[in-house]
């Protein structure tokens, strides 16, 4: 695996014209984010060696290099979900070539499916721990001692320093925050009434099919992961509105303008 790394993180250095800060993974409806980059340098998934394709309609395949506040950042648009057929050393090797362009600090999007009765369709959620229920690890195997330690603590998954800053940025500035377990399923189905209520006995806000693969690799190499989800449909064991993809993209759209302030923030801070 190291060697496939190395040939990406060079092929993609040998491109971009600075060094990116932040990673930065679109979700699902959330790809509006890409018109933020400024003085943008765009690198096409299908170009990089070793990096998977995209296969999902809403996901195109690209790295975006720009600047965002003043920061640069390196952009994730179109991400691998486990559904999709890849297995999780596919779905995670993007973080592994982010480390390997030196980069700490990740923000991950995504849509969720909330449980939690406080939710409502378009919150804005800060995820600040999650429940693995992905059928496979994405540390599974023999352990790459230069990447990561074999036992991984996972006991801040979230930075708490990106996570306050968020959560009071929301506070002084009249924009609503809520925090929350994210729970991961494998997908691609949604959730049954049944399955929805099994996510909250479990203890999670919200459920879905991306970001704990990614997650997890972040901190096997002790990167700062901060996530922020949005709520684009609402199960529960006594609710029975039909889901769909469509839905799940049109709320995350509307919810995209503070998505944008609360990223764009974090961004520029010094936290
Ligand atoms: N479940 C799983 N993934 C999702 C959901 C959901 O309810 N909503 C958006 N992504």
Redesign the pocket.
């Known amino acids: 695996m190291l060697e496939k790394i190395k040939e990406a993180v060079g092929f993609i250095e040998s491109i971009l014209p600075g060094k990116p800060e932040f990673a930065i993974v679109l979700g699902?409806g959330l790809g509006k984010l890409q018109e933020e980059v400024n003085n943008p340098v765009t690198i096409d998934y299908q170009d990089i060696p070793n990096f998977p394709q995209t296969t999902v309609k809403g996901h195109s395949g690209k790295l975006i290099y720009g600047e965002i506040e003043g920061k640069t950042v390196l952009m994730m648009a179109g991400r691998f979900h486990y559904y999709e057929g890849y297995d999780m050393k596919e779905v995670t090797f993007p973080m592994r070539v982010f480390k390997g362009l030196g980069i700490e600090k990740v923000i991950l999007s995504?849509?969720?499916?909330g449980v939690n009765p406080d939710y409502s369709v378009g919150d804005a959620v800060v995820i600040n721990d999650h429940i693995n229920m992905m059928p496979e690890h994405p540390l599974r195997g023999k352990n790459e001692d230069a990447l990561g330690p074999r036992f991984v603590n996972m006991s801040h998954p979230y930075d708490e320093k990106m996570i306050d800053f968020v959560v009071n940025y929301g506070k002084q500035n009249g924009i609503e925050v809520k925090t929350g377990i994210y729970l991961g399923?494998q997908?691609p189905t949604?959730?049954t009434p049944a399955e929805y209520g099994m996510v909250r006995i479990l203890g999670a806000d919200c459920?879905?099919?991306s970001t704990v693969p990614e997650v997890i690799v972040a901190n096997h190499q002790s990167m700062r992961v901060f996530c922020i989800s949005v709520i684009?449909?609402l199960?529960g064991p006594e609710i029975r509105v039909p889901?769909s993809h469509e839905e799940?993209l049109s709320a995350a759209d509307k919810a995209m303008p503070k998505i944008i302030e609360l990223v764009k923030a974090l961004i520029g801070s010094e936290v």
């Open positions: 699902s995504n849509a969720s499916g399923l997908g949604f959730e459920v879905g099919m684009t449909d199960g889901v799940v």
